[in-house]
C-alpha cells in the first residue's frame, strides 16, 4: 500500500480545514482524510474501509496524541493508550529548527485558539527539551505570550543534533528565536540546509 501525505495547502481534492492540519494523504493514489476534531481524536475518511488501520498508523507517527479514531458516522475505527503528556514552558524547549514558514503561520492560525492545542513531540535533553516536530505551533504559541505548551516524549535518530547545534549556532534557544520567513524563501533556506545535512556536506 503506498501512503503519501500531502505536505501543502491547495489540493482541491481535500477540504480545507484538513490541509491546514496536515492530516490529508493519497492511499495508492485516492484522496484519504483524517481531521483531528478534539484534543485526543481524529475523523477518518476515504474509500476503502481496509486501508484505514496503515493509514492511522501513518498518521499517528505525526501525532502520537491523537488516540481515538472513528468514521464519519461516530462509529469507532480505533483506540489507542493515552501517552504520557508534559506541560513544558516555553523556555525549556530547545527548537530544531531555525525558520518558519509565514504560509504554514497563516494555517495552523485557523485551528489553534489556546495552549492546549499545542501538542508536541519532544526528546529529553540536559534539563531541557528538544523540540522533533511542531515548531510552527511554538511560534504561534510565543506570539500569543502563551507560556506552555503540551508534550510527549519521543525518540529520533541521531542527525538532530546537527540541526539542535547549528540552531544553536545561530542563536535560537527558545522558539520565539526562530526566523519567520515569506514562503518562497522558507523553502529555498531550509530545504538547501536540510539537503546539506542529509548528503553529509554538513560539518
Known sequence: MDIRRIDNYRDPRFSQAVLNQHG???????????EITGPDRA????????????????????????????DE??????????????????????????????EKLAAVETFLSGWEDVTI????WEDRYIALDGHTRLYWA?????????AVLSETDDCVWTFVNEAR???????????LLEHEEYDILWDRYCDAVFAGTVE
Open 169 to 179: 549556532a545561530r542563536g535560537i534557544f527558545t522558539p520565539g528565536d526562530m526566523k
Open 121 to 124: 513531540q519532544v526528546l529529553p
Open 73 to 102: 458516522q461516530g462509529s469507532s475505527l480505533a483506540r489507542f493508550p493515552w501517552p504520557e503528556v508534559l506541560d513544558l514552558p516555553l523556555t525549556l524547549i530547545q527548537p530544531s529548527q531555525f525558520y518558519v514558514d509565514r
Open 43 to 70: 475523523v477518518v475518511r476515504g474509500g476503502n474501509r481496509d486501508a484505514f488501520p496503515e493509514l492511522i498508523e501513518s498518521f499517528r507517527f505525526h501525532a502520537p496524541h491523537i488516540v481515538r479514531f472513528t
Open 24 to 34: 490529508a494523504y493519497l492511499v495508492d493514489g485516492e484522496p484519504y482524510e483524517l
Open 142 to 150: 510565543s506570539l500569543q505570550g502563551i507560556r506552555q505548551v503540551r
